[in-house]
């Protein structure tokens, strides 16, 4: 500690070993990037908290979210789903890339048992829908990241499900139709 402070030599001491737990002979520091995304968290819970606003600064942050979602997807939608973020949202002078990093870093990938309504279902990537996909499939390719479940699937409004979409239901010019809408 003294050649630290006085003489300013950095510590022999290994970065995994400060990071371990005391129990495990560490030193018990927090990770610095755990740390950075556990800060997050009281933003977090802001964004995807319920309707009331617990400070003055939840709406602000929710009228901020909405600029980085695709269009047609609900904002929060964004915080769950990187392929739904707009691109902008990427830019290092956004404090947005923080949040998103946070959310990122957490574990969801146990969304079975998520259930969610038809309108949202739609907006959705493709990818995120289909459980037990090989890692090699043409869905989870990166090009394919961006492509929404409304794209191949359509609300049957008579049977109240959602079903593929047939050649009915497509537009004969659909870039035509993606312009207009």
Not at 41 to 50: K, V
Not at 62 to 82: I, K, N, Q, T, V
């Amino acid at each position: 500690m003294y050649q630290f402070v006085w003489r300013n030599c950095k510590p022999t001491i290994k970065y995994a070993q400060l990071c371990s737990p005391v129990q495990s002979g560490g030193l018990g520091l927090l990770d610095p990037m755990i740390q950075q995304h556990n800060l997050q968290i009281r933003w977090i819970e802001q964004l995807i908290g319920d309707s009331l606003p617990h400070s003055c600064s939840q709406p602000f942050l929710l009228d901020h979210l909405r600029c980085f979602h695709s269009a047609g997807s609900g904002s929060r939608l964004a915080m769950f789903f990187p392929s739904l973020r707009a691109p902008i949202a990427a830019h290092s002078t956004n404090f947005m890339v923080n949040i998103f990093a946070a959310m990122d870093s957490f574990d969801l990938e146990d969304l079975q048992s998520v259930s969610c309504n038809a309108a949202t279902l739609l907006v959705l990537p493709l990818s995120s829908v289909f459980a037990l996909t090989p890692e090699d499939y043409w869905t989870t390719k990166t090009r394919h990241s961006k492509l929404k479940v409304s794209q191949f699937f359509t609300f049957d409004r008579s049977f109240g499900c959602i079903r593929p979409q047939v050649s009915v239901d497509r537009p004969t010019t659909p870039r035509l139709a993606a312009q207009l809408l």
